[in-house]
C-alpha cells in the first residue's frame, strides 16, 4: 500500500484487506457501505469497519494513529476543533500516540476511557460489549480508576479490574 503524509485529524494512511466506510451526513441518512482507500479523510460520524481480512492505519492527531484489527468497528467522532473522541464498538485497536495535548476518548459499549498521557494502548472489546485494555506505556482513566503502563484492565462498567501485564 501507499502511505500519506497529512496533519489533519481522520486522514487513512494504510489499509489492508476488506474495509469498509459509512458516512455520516449531517441532517441525511447514512450513505451505503463503501470501500475505504489510502488517502481518505473521515469526517465526524463516520463508521469505519474491517472484515475477516481487514486492517486500517488512521491519523488522529499529529503523531497519533489508531490501527483496527480485523472484524473490527468504530465511529469516528473527531471535530477539528478539540474533541477526541472514538466509539469502539466490536473488536480490537491499537492506539499509539507520541503526543497527548488533550485527553483522547475512547467510548465502548458500556463506559469511557481516557488516553491521558503519550504511550501505547490497546483495546478490545468482545460480542458482549465488555472492554480490555493494555497499557504498554502510557496511562488511562476509566471513570476514577488509572490504569498505569505494564497493566491490563477488563473493564464492565466504570470500574476496571486490573492486573499485571505478562
Known sequence: GKY?????AGVVN?????????RSLPFAAPEAPRT?????????GDVVNTGATGRVEILLDPGCYLRLGEQSRFVFLFD????????????????????????????????????IREGLYRFNVDSDGKAEVVVRKGRALVGATTIK???????????GVIAKLD
Open 14 to 22: 494504510i489499509i489492508e484487506g476488506d474495509v469498509t466506510l459509512v
Open 36 to 44: 475505504l482507500i489510502s488517502g481518505d479523510e473521515l469526517n465526524s
Open 80 to 115: 477539528n476543533i478539540g474533541t477526541a473522541k472514538l466509539k469502539l464498538t466490536r473488536g480490537s485497536a491499537v492506539l499509539e500516540a507520541s503526543s497527548v495535548e488533550n485527553p483522547i476518548f475512547i467510548e465502548t459499549p458500556k463506559n469511557t476511557l481516557q488516553i
Open 4 to 8: 500519506v503524509i497529512s496533519a489533519k
Open 149 to 159: 503502563e505494564g497493566k491490563r484492565a477488563v473493564v464492565d462498567s466504570d470500574i
